[in-house]
């Protein structure tokens, strides 16, 4: 499942740099989420570290349209950071 940034956000810069997967960016007019990078944090930590830096309530949720099981985010997770390890010998 990936997580979703709300219209509730505030651009505060909290979140941006506490992704591990680098899967936040500067949009438009708030931040938004890739969902092809978001594992909500899984591989890295227990929850995902931008809804607990997120001063305001319910602003980052769980994407209705990228709902995937923990299995599909440790395989993403897998994916991701073995490209990595490819490109960064």
């Given at each position: 499942?990936?997580?979703?940034?709300?219209?509730?956000?505030?651009?505060?810069?909290?979140?941006?740099?506490?992704?591990?997967?680098?899967?936040?960016?500067?949009?438009?007019?708030?931040?938004?989420?890739?969902?092809?990078?978001?594992?909500?944090?899984?591989?890295?930590?227990?929850?995902?570290?931008?809804?607990?830096?997120?001063?305001?309530?319910?602003?980052?949720k769980t994407?209705?349209?990228?709902?995937?099981?923990?299995?599909?985010?440790?395989?993403?997770?897998?994916?991701i950071?073995?490209?990595?390890?490819?490109?960064?010998?």
């Amino acid at each position: 499942m990936a997580l979703l940034i709300t219209e509730k956000c505030t651009n505060c810069d909290m979140c941006l740099p506490e992704c591990p997967n680098e899967a936040i960016s500067v949009g438009a007019e708030i931040y938004i989420i890739d969902p092809t990078l978001c594992t909500e944090c899984v591989g890295h930590y227990d929850t995902p570290t931008c809804q607990k830096v997120c001063p305001i309530n319910n602003c980052i949720k769980t994407d209705p349209e990228h709902t995937e099981t923990e299995e599909q985010l440790w395989e993403r997770f897998v994916l991701i950071h073995h490209a990595d390890t490819l490109s960064n010998p």
